[in-house]
């Protein structure tokens, strides 16, 4: 049995559905070079009716439904997607948190400046940038997120300094 998330499947069904969102937390610090690991995909989605419209088929062709600790069977609605602010999801390819912030309470218009559309696995997805998720990160204050920061920063250093050191 396959127990490994399939985060690009992922970003494939959604990018195939249109939906509008940033890869936010590890998997951003992941595709910006950093040499963290993480189980789940975290996206901040546009939170316009027509792209909650697009987002609830992509969750429902992964058959996605809340991590509920009662083990309950919780799927994405219109009215949950509308209403909460984070959504935790399993989906059959893996982890999945759809969120409208992160930090102090950053959406994707906020967000959207410190972004940079990469390719991953053939798939384009817009990206956050390695110095909001080290923001991002102080803000949630949790200790998986202080346990990577050291990282995190080094990671930033280094790709700061590449471009000085081809000049």
């Known amino acids: 049995m396959d127990f490994a998330p399939k ?5 494939k069904v ?8 940033i890869v936010v937390g590890g998997m951003a610090a992941i595709i910006e070079g950093a040499p ?5 995909l975290d996206v901040v989605v546009l939170k316009t ?6 987002l609830l088929p992509a969750l429902e062709e ?8 009662a083990g309950r069977h919780i799927v994405p609605d219109a009215d949950k997607l509308a209403t909460l602010r984070i959504h935790r999801l399993v989906t059959s390819l893996g982890a999945l948190d759809v969120m409208e ?3 102090h309470g950053l959406a994707y218009g906020d967000l ?3 972004t940079r559309v990469s390719e991953v696995a053939g798939v384009r997805v817009r990206v956050l940038g390695l110095a909001t998720v080290i923001l991002s990160k102080e803000q949630a ?27």
């Open 62 to 69: 992964m058959n996605a439904r809340y991590a509920d600790p």
């Open 14 to 21: 959604l990018a195939g559905h249109d939906v509008e969102l």
């Open 101 to 103: 912030t992160i930090g």
């Open 112 to 114: 959207l400046g410190d």
């Open 36 to 40: 963290v690991s993480t189980f789940d």
């Open 49 to 54: 009716a027509e792209n909650m419209r697009r």
């Open 141 to 167: 204050n949790r200790d998986k997120d202080r346990a990577t920061l050291h990282v995190l920063r080094r990671t930033l250093q280094i790709k700061q300094k590449r471009p000085e050191e081809a000049g």
């Open 7 to 11: 985060f690009v499947e992922i970003l």
